[in-house]
């Protein structure tokens, strides 16, 4: 980044900086796992108008109390950029890190989708399931529910098949995103 004397440093003047177009981020915090660390978190993006598209926390460390709160939320660079910086200024956050700009991370999701129907479209249903690697978890005479896990993608387009073949019901658990190497968080 080429510093300009005279030019402020906000968030709010890195036109230059960054491309203007909207588009999701994956971000891994790792805090400490005590009370309302995450509204804090939660509060931040509320209070400042922002999205929370998908959000999971684990606690990653039993002996250290630490956790991963893993979000993904859709905006332009130079605001993601100040998300982080000021997810980073709060207490409790020991790492924030944008596993979108860090490269090719990978993200899964796990689902579980429940189909009704009889006959043809059960049989559909069931062949569907099987090409996307989906495992039913339960099955009565008219209906399945299938857990999924897979990229958040791979999941929309199996929830998407689904409709057709009597989706009654859905249930995501969100991201859950690492960044390729051998380094961590």
Request: aromatic content about 6%.
């Amino acid at each position: 980044m080429m510093i300009v004397a005279g030019q402020s440093q906000s968030a709010y003047f890195l036109e230059e900086e960054f491309p203007a177009t909207e588009r999701s981020h994956t971000l891994s915090v790792l805090v400490d796992n005590e009370p309302g660390v995450l509204a804090r978190v939660v509060g931040l993006f509320s209070g400042r108008g922002y999205n929370i598209e998908s959000l999971t926390v684990s606690e990653i460390e039993h002996s250290n109390h630490q956790s991963r709160i893993t979000i993904v939320t859709t905006g332009r660079p130079p605001v993601i950029s100040q998300i982080m910086h000021q997810l980073g200024r709060l207490v409790p956050v020991h790492k924030v890190i944008n596993l979108t700009w860090a490269g090719d991370a990978l993200e899964r999701e796990l689902a579980l989708v429940k189909v009704a129907g009889k006959g043809e479209m059960r049989d559909e249903a069931l062949r569907l399931a099987q090409a996307f690697n989906a495992r039913i978890v339960d099955a009565t005479l008219d209906s399945y529910v299938f857990e999924m896990t897979g990229a958040p993608a791979d999941i929309d387009r199996f929830v998407g098949l689904m409709k057709e073949c009597g989706l009654v019901e859905l249930a995501r658990t969100g991201l859950a995103a690492l960044a390729r190497g051998k380094t961590g968080i």
